[in-house]
């Protein structure tokens, strides 16, 4: 049980580490000249090495985006605490539950994230691809998700 609930953890730390990186990092969208995340678009000219930020006709879109990735951060993270926090304080039929509710809204936060991402922005651009932020991001998606059905497993089986 101990090495089950280290694995547990570690998958926990790895989704929340995806969430970070994913949320924060320059890298949702990427061209030969641009780099974009969820938090500024910025066009790099590689001649003179400047690099200038672009307005975005979907902000409110952005703002969504962004919401619901630092919430999948939060969640994710208060998951963590409260997982600790439980394996010493509940007892046996109880302990997992409100981990994997936590868990479960990360998943749906960064579910929502990455999904108006991908039907709001750069449908109609040829010249660019996802970039690692936004892979990271459906990849922190699934060990979340996997992360709060294994709490709600356990729930049952220790119960």
Do not use: P
Request: hydrophobic share 55%; glycine share 6%; with cysteine.
């Amino acid at each position: 049980m101990l090495i089950l609930l280290a694995a547990i953890f570690a998958i926990h730390i790895i989704g929340i580490i995806l969430l970070l990186v994913a949320t924060i990092d320059n890298g949702w969208w990427l061209s030969d000249n641009m780099a974009t995340d969820v938090w500024v678009n910025l066009m790099s000219n590689q001649n003179d090495a400047t690099r200038t930020c672009l307005e975005s006709n979907t902000a409110y879109y952005l703002q969504a985006v962004q919401a619901s990735a630092v919430l999948a951060c939060i969640f994710s993270i208060l998951g963590i605490f409260v997982f600790v926090a439980q394996l010493f304080t509940l007892s046996k039929g109880k302990r997992f539950t409100i981990s994997g509710i936590f868990q479960a809204l990360a998943c749906l936060c960064i579910m929502i994230a990455a999904s108006i991402y991908t039907d709001r922005f750069h449908l109609d651009e040829k010249n660019g691809w996802y970039g690692h932020c936004y892979i990271l991001a459906w990849i922190s998606f699934a060990l979340t998700f996997i992360s709060s059905i294994t709490y709600f497993v356990l729930r049952k089986k220790t119960g």
